[in-house]
């Protein structure tokens, strides 16, 4: 359709390239570069020190296709849209949706990097870190450093060395990193409220760069639900609901009260659970405070307002409750994936958004992420 709307999604997906570490790694791990193989039906990277190869599940690679052409099944490149894995084909994409801006998740290294973090070798696993995060300034985001914000990965087992990459990839030009939805889940990885997290928390205060969680990005990826029946269904379902926890832990653990400048994103969760959340969060506190030895002293839904920020593909329930959560909501597009609002964006907004104010629309669409981002406006 005609574009209608200023759009900046905040939820996207890398499906990365063959030869993406090519080069790279230090002269000691040369010999261990992740290699990418192609039959006629599949590709699938090969990781030393990771058990299996990371196939190219069809799920991750859906733009453009029919929902009833939709598998789980692996795909070859040549049988993706070239937008999944080519920045300038994602750009096309991108004007095709009537998009600005996308800030996109990696896919190999798993959405905060996990498929890397749990690597033995942890000089190895940095040094892929390192690399990829390297790859996305140098080639992803470099077709244009203004509308492709690539989000980096952390190494979390060492919250110093973690903090350390942060600032580093932070004076390259990236703008968010992405965390895991329940780093508890993660051998080697303490729990948010954990003090081994300050270096990372005071890192990410002294960038100005937010935080993106996306949901099912710890190793809790809800798969025990698939033993009620309806497997598949009832994930895909139940997702966005695994960063409810999430963020209730943010907000009661006192990470936020000690850190105010802290910005959080919970990615595809949708919004239209918040605004119970939020009304939940203060009566628990208001009548629980006194025998739970609480660490904040202001009300949750401050906290909220204050740093949390939550994410959307299509929510009509979240749209009309709007105004409990205005400046804190914003859009995302999910592509390439089977959730993907692709290439109807600008129908999805003018259907669920083209009669309320202008002011509102674009705060949601647009100026919300400008100020989270630390964007340029316009």
């Not at 196939?55 to 859906?62: D, F, R, Y």
């Not at 490149?77 to 990696?106: H, W």
């Not at 949750?300 to 105004?323: K, T």
């Amino acid at each position: 359709m005609t574009r209608e709307y200023q759009v900046i999604s905040t939820d996207d997906h890398i499906i990365e390239p063959p030869g993406l570490f090519d080069g790279r790694l230090p002269k000691e791990f040369a010999d261990r570069t992740p290699k990418l193989v192609e039959t006629e039906e599949s590709a699938a990277w090969h990781i030393p020190g990771v058990d299996k190869p990371i196939e190219m599940s069809g799920l991750g690679t859906a733009a453009g296709q029919k929902e009833e052409e939709f598998s789980p099944k692996s795909k070859t490149f040549g049988a993706m849209r070239a937008g999944c894995y080519d920045p300038r084909e994602r750009l096309k994409d991108m004007d095709i949706d009537g998009v600005d801006v996308q800030v996109t998740f990696p896919t190999l290294p798993g959405l905060a990097g996990l498929t890397f973090i749990e690597i033995e070798d942890k000089a190895y696993a940095l040094a892929l870190i390192r690399a990829y995060n390297d790859w996305l300034v140098e080639e992803w985001s470099a077709a244009d450093p203004e509308r492709l914000l690539g989000a980096a990965i952390l190494p979390l087992w060492d919250p110093q060395e973690a903090a350390t990459e942060l600032r580093r990839v932070v004076g390259k030009g990236i703008k968010v990193t992405t965390l895991p939805s329940a780093p508890q889940t993660i051998p080697g990885v303490k729990p948010y409220p954990n003090e081994s997290w300050e270096p990372i928390w005071d890192a990410l205060e002294e960038t100005g760069v937010p935080a993106e969680i996306h949901i099912v990005s710890g190793k809790n990826d809800l798969s025990a639900l698939g033993a009620m029946g309806g497997g598949a269904e009832i994930f895909v379902c139940m997702a966005p609901s695994s960063n409810m926890a999430t963020v209730a832990t943010l907000l009661f653990s006192g990470i936020l009260r000690k850190h105010p400048k802290l910005k959080f994103i919970s990615a595809e969760s949708g919004i239209g659970w918040v605004p119970y959340f939020i009304e939940r969060a203060d009566y628990t506190h208001r009548k629980h405070q006194f025998w739970t030895g609480t660490k904040i002293d202001v009300t949750p839904s401050d906290l909220f307002r204050q740093s949390i920020f939550v994410n959307f593909i299509s929510d009509r329930a979240g749209v009309e409750l709007r105004h409990h959560m205005l400046d804190n909501i914003m859009l995302g597009t999910d592509y390439p994936h089977t959730d993907s609002s692709w290439p109807n964006t600008q129908l999805v907004i003018k259907e669920q958004m083209g009669d309320i104010e202008d002011e509102e629309r674009a705060k949601i669409c647009w100026k919300n992420a400008v100020r989270v981002f630390n964007l340029n406006g316009s």
